[in-house]
């Protein structure tokens, strides 16, 4: 199974960014689906998932509000689309799935990690 995060760059303070996530090799539409992000000198934390059917989502609290997650069953695509950027939301993201299908936290439970993309916020 492959993932292939794209749609990252440099956006300034209060700017909008979509990520996508394509999948390849695997059961795109029982995955449950999420992002991940790791900023320098930080851990990787949980932003945002999605379960197998997209009717389920869960956010951290830190972007709650402000991004979106959604899925694509038959495009085997993942989206983020984040709002209203801050420079703390500077990190590399990172999709990632779940062969169980849902809409978990825990990287721990992941089964599959896509390779990042980077995300820049200037103020």
């Known amino acids: 199974v492959q993932l292939q995060a794209s749609g990252g760059g440099l956006v300034q303070v209060g700017n909008s960014l979509r990520l996508s996530c394509a999948v390849s090799?695997?059961?795109?539409?029982?995955?449950?689906m999420g992002w991940f992000r790791q900023a320098p000198g930080k851990e990787r934390e949980f932003v945002g998932a999605i379960n197998w059917s997209g009717g389920r989502t869960n956010y951290a609290d830190s972007v709650k509000g402000r991004f979106t997650i959604s899925r694509d069953n038959a495009k085997n695509t993942v989206y983020l689309r984040m709002n209203s950027l801050k420079p703390e939301d500077t990190a590399v993201y990172y999709c990632?799935?779940?062969?169980?299908?849902?809409?978990?936290?825990?990287?721990?439970?992941?089964?599959?990690w896509g390779q990042g993309t980077q995300v820049t916020v200037s103020s």
């Open positions: 090799g695997g059961a795109f539409s029982r995955y449950g």
């Open positions: 990632a799935a779940r062969r169980d299908g849902y809409a978990d936290h825990r990287s721990e439970a992941v089964d599959y």
